[in-house]
């Protein structure tokens, strides 16, 4: 895998290094954004080790951030900000509930669900936590896989990653990440402010290793 090329070397370096410093070794100072050292910024930003589930997320994203540009130092912490906190820190990709929670869901019109036990079918899963037979329908064909027949592969780690980069895409969320407004990156992820403060704290870890100041 080669490193991301929209982040200068020398700036994957001072990354490296702050990451070393916090604990979370990257192998080498080399400058080179791959696998290991995107793995120890997940590690950062989740407040744990990841194992296996974080250097495949890390690989997944190392294809995804490029094509969906998030590919600022900005862009990257506000993402993974929010997608910590949506994984409890990158270690539920499926939604947690009993039976009778999910029967809540059957027969929604506006999500699609329109077979018995379709709420457990298509909880959510993935970083964003895709829910619903017509989101599973609609966002599967647009990456080629019939999610509606096999929902369980949107909690695989690279079906879950390109599904969160439409995601974030579909909702302009590069821009209010270019203008540091983590409210309205929320309010899109989320539909209001639940889970603000962790959002914002895990924000705040993810900026301060890639370099960037907190907004005045």
Not at 36 to 46: C, F, G, N, Q, S
Not at 84 to 103: C, I, K, N, P, S
Not at 148 to 161: F, W
Not at 209 to 216: D, H, M, R, T, Y
Request: glycine share 12%; net charge positive.
């Amino acid at each position: 895998m080669g490193e991301l090329v929209f982040l200068p070397p020398a700036s994957v370096a001072d990354l490296q290094r702050r990451l070393d410093a916090a604990g979370r070794p990257c192998g080498a100072v080399d400058g080179v954004l791959g696998p290991r050292t995107l793995a120890a910024l997940l590690d950062h930003v989740a407040g744990r080790k990841t194992g296996a589930l974080g250097h495949d997320l890390a690989r997944a994203m190392l294809i995804e951030f490029p094509r969906r540009r998030i590919d600022t130092p900005r862009r990257i912490a506000h993402f993974l900000a929010q997608a910590a906190h949506e994984t409890t820190g990158f270690r539920d990709m499926v939604e947690l509930g009993q039976e009778a929670y999910f029967r809540r869901y059957d027969g929604r019109a506006d999500l699609g669900n329109s077979q018995p036990g379709d709420g457990a079918r298509f909880k959510g899963r993935g970083i964003f936590q895709l829910t619903g037979r017509a989101n599973y329908r609609r966002f599967g064909a647009r990456l080629g896989l019939d999610l509606e027949a096999r929902p369980e592969v949107a909690a695989e780690p690279p079906i879950a990653v390109a599904l969160a980069g439409l995601y974030w895409v579909d909702r302009g969320l590069n821009a209010f990440a270019d203008a540091d407004d983590a409210e309205a990156v929320t309010r899109k992820i989320n539909g209001g402010l639940n889970g603000l403060p962790d959002r914002l704290a895990r924000l705040a870890r993810a900026k301060a290793v890639l370099g960037l100041k907190e907004a005045a």
